[in-house]
Every structure is written in C-alpha cells, then in structure tokens.
C-alpha cells in the first residue's frame, strides 16, 4: 500500500508539473519541479527506477517546450530545457548509483551479520564442549581421589589389624616364656621369634610413616 502510494504521489506531482509548465510562457522554468519525483524515485524498490522517471520528465520538458506558449527566443528556452534534461539524468544516474552501493553495502552488512551469528554459535558449542570436558575430567580426578583414599584407608586398616596381631603374639610369647621358666627355670628360647616380630613391627612403623609417593592430583 506504501509503495503504491509512493508511485501515485510521483505521477500525480509529474502530470501537475507538466501542467503549470504547458501554461507558463517559455522563459520561466516551473519544470525544475521534476526533480522533485525524481528525487522520490530513491524510495522506490527498482534499482533504475530513478533513471526511467527522469527520462519521462526530460520528455516532457521537450513537450512542454513545444507546448507552452511563447515568451523568450526558442533558442534560449531550448538551450534552458536541455541543460534541465542533463540536470535530470545526471540526478538519476547519481541515485541510481548510491542505491546501488547503498544495495552493497546492506547486503554485505547482512553476510556479516550473518557470519557473526555463525560465529557466535560455533563459539557456544566450542565454549559446551569445553566445559563438558572439564567437567568429565573433574569426575575423573574425583574418582582418583576417592580411589586412593579407599586404598588408603585399607592400608590403615590392614597396618591397624596386623601391628594389633604383632601385640597379640608379644604378650602370648611373653606368657610362654614366664610359663616355661616357672616350670623349668629357663627361658625357651624364643629370642629369634622376638626379633622376627620386632622386625615386622618396625616394617609396619616404617611403611606407616613413610609418605605417599602416589600421584593423587
């Protein structure tokens, strides 16, 4: 609806021009007035549209020309009108140039946006799998971690239970030899069993303070 009211305002200002023009005397230029639709023609979708209205207008300033009653010398009138119809195509030419860059310069600025948009979507995929990835990592070195904390804490448990059976053992050889040597008056012998456990139980000492050397990161 615009762009038919658009087309409507030029020709009705066209046929009005040419109007006043085929009634005003040669030596006065109302005709000047058609630069005004085709200045509207810069609205218009068509690319040459501009040139098409300025080629209708400098046909009737001709027609206006012969049409017109008379008032200067032709030949002055005529020089005027066709300096006008020059004036006409070099404004079209001029619009019909600056829509172009101006069709250019929109479509480019639409591929850029476009791309950009592209862009910024592969972006937030990448910026996804990246965190997923450390997310997956960061389960992993919680399972490590749990993991050897597990190992860990059965080592502790099994040091526990054996360093409480190295006890056991001590206070039953304790009890053997007071037993022996209250039935005999001497000891049984039991001095190489002794060293066997004490030296279990500095292993056992040992391996308890000794640090982990595992990487847990």
């Known amino acids: 609806m615009r762009l038919i009211s658009l087309y409507g305002l030029i020709a009705v200002i066209i046929i009005g021009v040419y109007l006043v023009d085929v009634q005003t005397a ?6 000047l007035f058609y630069l005004v639709p085709i200045g509207l023609t810069y609205l218009l979708p068509q690319i040459y549209g501009p040139v098409a209205i300025a080629s209708v207008c400098a046909a009737l300033l001709y027609i206006g020309f012969l049409m017109s009653p ?3 010398p032709e030949r002055f009138a005529l020089a005027n009108r066709s300096m006008g119809a020059v004036i006409f195509l070099l404004a079209a030419v001029f619009l019909t140039r600056y829509k172009e860059l101006n069709g250019r310069l929109r479509e480019a600025t639409d591929q850029l946006a476009a791309e950009l948009k592209e862009r910024t979507r592969d972006l937030g995929l990448a910026v996804r799998d990246l965190r997923r990835a450390v997310d997956d990592r960061y389960r992993a070195e919680q399972g490590v971690r749990d993991a050897w904390a597990e190992v860990d804490q059965r080592v502790q448990e099994r040091m526990h239970t054996l360093t409480e059976v190295n006890v056991s ?8 030899e007071s037993v022996e040597t209250r039935l005999t008056g001497r000891g049984l012998g039991m001095a190489g069993l002794k060293a066997d456990l004490d030296e279990v139980e500095a292993e056992l000492r040992r391996l308890n303070e000794e640090p982990n050397h595992h990487d847990r990161a």
């Open 26 to 31: 040669l030596g006065f230029t109302p005709w």
């Open 70 to 72: 008379p008032g200067v």
């Open 169 to 176: 053992l001590r206070e039953k050889i304790a009890l053997l």
